[in-house]
């Protein structure tokens, strides 16, 4: 995954698909990101969570809840920081603008 630019704003790559249950770190550790998160099959038990270790489970930001096709989450990620979504069925994209 490339760091580009999006207006004056590095973007980290195209949208990627998130893998349930598995941590993401971006590739630069040293700048803070706005992380957008968006559905693309619905599910159930959807929830992201984050933190500053590869289980990232500090911070809860969606709880346990139904996605639809097209809702949208816009995350805060710290530098170096770790995220993960669960989720029944659900397929989340996400991609990565520095803040």
Known sequence: MGVGLYGNRS???????LV???????QDLSTDYY????????G???SI?????ASANLLT?????????????????PAGWYFKFTGTTTVMQ???VAA
């Open 11 to 17: 973007l980290i790559g195209t949208p990627v698909v």
């Open 20 to 26: 349930s249950a598995s941590a993401v770190q971006l």
């Open 35 to 42: 992380v957008y998160f968006n559905v693309t099959t619905a």
């Open 44 to 46: 159930t038990a959807t």
């Open 49 to 53: 969570t984050l933190g500053p270790t």
């Open 61 to 77: 930001v969606a709880a346990s809840s139904t996605a639809t096709v097209g809702q949208l989450y816009t995350v805060f990620v």
């Open 94 to 96: 996400y991609t990565a």
